[in-house]
């Protein structure tokens, strides 16, 4: 159980085009979603807290209207990347919380590799 | 806002050795301490976690021990195996923060045959 479904795994695109990455839970029901950002050889860095049926809550730091976070459901949140630099170039992760097992608990995808040329 | 450590960056052990990472946190009010693993280009996976109620939890191979009253809590993987090789990551998190999780650096574990 508790599996975090992400695409797409990886993602080329040219510069200044809009990229959306979807995280699904397939297994259970999220009200609350986390979108993450790695670079290579570091830490996970929190972007922003997704939120069925509300706003996203960005971390400082973090463009809202660069990154367009939609949690329209229970079950999926997506990611836009708009207008999207080579500097967006980075391994983007997802994690969903069980909304019926202890709260803190956060499973992630499998992350999506985004390459902007 | 929490503030995680964690040490060693990178540890390499024989097949059949322990191994042992350590973190620390700032924040008391932080309740909840999970570990992931991750492998090259796959998303964290949760290996084990512990919540502040708790001084010890085991899992098969894996053991978490948390100290409240000094902040820090520790990984142990016993008779390591060449697929234990991965970052591993510690994280903390506490409720009146929405649960958010504040990660660790990461420690690279390499396991040598």
């Known amino acids: 159980g508790a599996v975090v479904s992400q695409h797409p795994s990886w993602v080329i695109c040219k510069s200044g085009t809009s990229v959306k990455i979807e995280c699904r839970s397939l297994?259970?029901?999220?009200?609350?979603m986390f979108w993450y950002r790695q670079f290579p050889k570091q830490s996970l860095m929190l972007m922003a807290t997704?939120?069925?049926?509300?706003?996203?809550?960005?971390e400082q730091g973090v463009e809202k209207d660069k990154f367009l976070i939609n949690h329209a459901s229970l079950t999926l949140s997506t990611l836009t990347v708009t207008s999207a630099h080579p500097e967006d170039s980075s391994f983007y992760i997802c994690?969903?919380?069980?909304?019926?097992?202890?709260?803190?608990?956060?499973?992630f995808g499998a992350g999506t590799r985004l390459s902007v040329l | 806002g929490e503030n995680v450590e964690q040490h060693p960056s990178t540890l390499s052990v024989q097949e059949g050795d322990s191994a042992v990472i350590k973190c620390t946190y700032s924040?008391?009010?932080?309740?909840?301490f999970p570990w992931y693993k991750q492998e090259l280009g796959k998303g964290p996976q949760l290996i084990i976690d512990?919540?502040?109620?708790?001084g010890e939890k085991k899992d098969q191979r894996i053991a978490v021990t948390l100290n409240k009253t000094a902040k820090h809590f520790s990984l142990h993987i016993t008779e390591t195996q060449p697929e234990d090789s991965a970052v591993y990551f510690c994280?903390?998190?506490?409720?009146?923060?929405?649960?958010?999780?504040?990660f660790g650096t990461g420690t690279q574990l390499k396991v040598e045959l």
């Open positions: 512990i919540r502040s109620n708790v």
């Open positions: 994690s969903a919380r069980d909304l019926a097992v202890a709260k803190n608990i956060q499973y």
């Open positions: 997704s939120n069925e049926g509300s706003k996203a809550t960005y």
């Open positions: 297994d259970f029901q999220a009200t609350t």
């Open positions: 924040d008391s009010a932080s309740n909840y």
């Open positions: 994280a903390a998190s506490e409720a009146a923060g929405g649960n958010k999780l504040t």
